[in-house]
């Protein structure tokens, strides 16, 4: 999302060198949306990748759809969702080809619509997973209810959510329970949860404290152990990093190998609630 026009305004080849350096450090997944950079990150982003060397099987592609935004080159008089056969199989095209790819790994509906049917969404997953223009499909900032309500007519693999010590509500709301029992994977966007902004509350500080006092045991960085404390969850969350920054990426690749204690994964938890459980 902040590596075009939303964020870091990366010309092709500062896009070609972030893809590939990437790659190197072992990251393969790229999540994008039909509206980043107001619709036009996506093509950037294909643009890049076709001048490297790097094998379209070798990487997986996310996109999202279903938000409608008010930009210069929509017509749309105001923002609203469309998830409406239609629209998912020609949002999901036009992302195959500003990607300059065959088929996506996964599509992601971005915002659930008060006016979904979950029959008109089973058959543009259908007619997508038929041609081979997607191999997954899933949803994003979806309610259990609204898991539930969609995959009565489609099978639903990934849900991304916002998730983070900070926002952490998944946990006890039902969502991460949903994702176990049905076998979604979760992703879990802004996973850092804003700890380091400028935004110094009480939360933030307690939080920081207590990474700071960690940090040694596991000789590790705040933010590695923002993502450890997520990888500890048993429903198998996949963070989706932010950063623009390649040794904040890299140092994030290696949150992985990152193993916090029951105790201590329970002291962030009580560092962000300001609070022992109960």
């Given at each position: ?94 992302s195959l080809k500003h990607l300059k ?6 599509l992601l509906i971005h915002r659930p ?166």
């Amino acid at each position: 999302m902040s590596w075009g026009a939303w964020g870091r305004h990366f010309n092709s080849i500062d896009m070609q060198r972030q893809i590939e350096s990437t790659v190197g450090l072992g990251i393969s997944t790229f999540d994008h949306a039909d509206i980043y950079g107001g619709y036009t990150t996506e093509s950037a982003f294909g643009a890049a990748f076709s001048k490297t060397n790097i094998s379209r099987s070798s990487i997986q592609l996310i996109s999202k759809c279903g938000i409608q935004l008010q930009t210069p080159n929509r017509s749309n008089r105001l923002k609203h969702y469309d998830c409406s056969k239609n629209y998912i199989i020609s949002s999901a095209e036009a992302s195959l080809k500003h990607l300059k790819t065959a088929y996506l790994d996964l599509l992601l509906i971005h915002r659930p619509s008060p006016l979904m049917d979950p029959h008109d969404i089973m058959e543009a997953v259908q007619h997508l997973k038929k041609e081979g223009k997607i191999i997954n499909f899933g949803v994003s900032n979806f309610t259990p209810s609204q898991v539930e309500l969609l995959s009565s007519e489609v099978a639903v693999a990934v849900n991304q959510i916002e998730f983070s010590l900070v926002q952490h509500q998944a946990l006890f709301d039902g969502t991460l329970d949903q994702l176990i029992t049905q076998k979604i994977t979760p992703m879990a966007w802004a996973p850092l949860g804003g700890v380091f902004s400028a935004e110094n509350t009480l939360q933030n500080a307690r939080i920081l404290e207590a990474l700071e006092a960690l940090s040694p045991r596991y000789n590790a960085r705040p933010d590695q152990l923002l993502l450890a404390w997520i990888l500890k969850h048993p429903s198998g969350i996949h963070p989706v990093i932010g950063s623009t920054n390649l040794e904040r990426i890299k140092a994030a690749s290696k949150a992985v190998s990152i193993t916090l204690s029951t105790e201590d994964w329970f002291k962030l938890l009580e560092a962000s609630q300001g609070h022992e459980v109960p």
